[in-house]
């Protein structure tokens, strides 16, 4: 079955970094993209962007341009999110999500998120 | 950018009753490219609807999507007690991709 496992939660200092990894089975990841989605507490859904894990190309959402990076690791099957400069507005619960079929898609399978608080 | 526009904010219904949930679009989402999500606290969002009317794998079909262009709709038909939740909407027919603010319906 198709499984989207997301690393542990993380609390990180203003200014600092943090790498978020999303581990997949049950598929060959290659075949897939892979979206990264943020959600902050008690607010709804944000998407950040996207990668394909068979070439490594991203779209980064706007306003994040420059500060995130997704990449991926297909030897062991797991796609990365880095953001960087990490502000209090970061704090939210990250998770990454298959597109269901080709590059305009809906997401049909999500990791169970990961928490990442900033707070000095 | 494609904005969402969910309504109600908040929808109050007992088990059993008809949900209606409307999302609008801010221009014309391509070739019905709608989704519709269920998220209950502390868990992922789960895929219900796509394009616009197409059920998920083990979406119980009580769960019904419609519409087009710009006005899409999702109805429960008998609320059952697990479907008390938030419901979002999401156009991905162009990028970025986006997501409606989100539908709470809750027990009355």
């Known amino acids: 079955q198709v499984q989207l496992v997301q690393s542990g939660a993380e609390v990180k200092k203003p200014g600092a970094s943090v790498r978020v990894s999303c581990k997949a089975s049950g598929y060959t990841l290659t075949s897939y993209y892979m979206h990264w989605v943020r959600q902050a507490p008690g607010q709804g859904l944000e998407w950040m962007g996207l990668i394909n894990p068979s070439g490594g190309s991203t779209n980064y959402a706007q306003k994040l341009q420059g500060r995130v990076t997704m990449t991926r690791d297909t030897s062991s099957s797991t796609v990365y999110m880095e953001l960087s400069s990490l502000r209090s507005e970061d704090t939210a619960v990250y998770y990454c999500a298959r597109g269901h079929s ?5 997401f049909d399978y999500w990791g169970q ?5 900033v707070s000095s | 950018e494609i904005v969402l526009t969910q309504s109600p904010g908040t929808l109050s219904l007992s088990p059993g009753e008809r949900a209606t949930l409307s ?3 801010s221009q014309s989402v ?12 502390g868990q992922a969002p789960r895929l219900l609807i796509y394009g616009a009317s197409s059920r998920a ?8 999507g419609s519409g087009s262009g710009t006005d899409f709709t999702l109805t429960i038909s008998r609320l059952e007690p697990e479907d008390f939740a938030v419901y979002y909407c999401q156009q991905y027919g162009s990028s970025p991709w986006t997501f409606g603010q989100g539908t709470k319906v809750e027990i009355k």
């Open chain 1, 113 to 117: 998120g990961t928490l990442v608080t």
């Open chain 2, 57 to 64: 794998t083990g979406v119980p079909d009580r769960f019904s």
């Open chain 2, 30 to 41: 391509s070739s019905s490219y709608l989704a519709w999500y269920q998220q209950k606290p």
């Open chain 2, 23 to 25: 999302c609008r679009a």
């Open chain 1, 102 to 106: 080709g590059y305009y898609s809906e």
